[in-house]
């Protein structure tokens, strides 16, 4: 049985538009993950929703830059993807 979440998932979104996600089937079990880490963006996101913010999140995660958070965070709004505001 399948049940509908408010929580946001990869599958919801397309990653593909970003250049530094990357989706290789022998890694992560193909699930999207930022370029040369086992970090998802979903990840980021879902720690966004939660209430994180950006220092907050690259605190939690020390291998994410600014400028990745940022651009991941900024092209799941643009999709209409998260529903806590993104005002950077």
Known sequence: MQTTTEQTTTDEIDWSGLSLIRREPG??????NIDGMRITPETIVDHWEGGMDIPQILSHFGG??????YAILEYAQRTGQIERPFKP
């Open 64 to 69: 994410v830059s600014y400028d990745q958070a």
């Open 27 to 32: 890694k992560m079990g193909g699930v999207p």
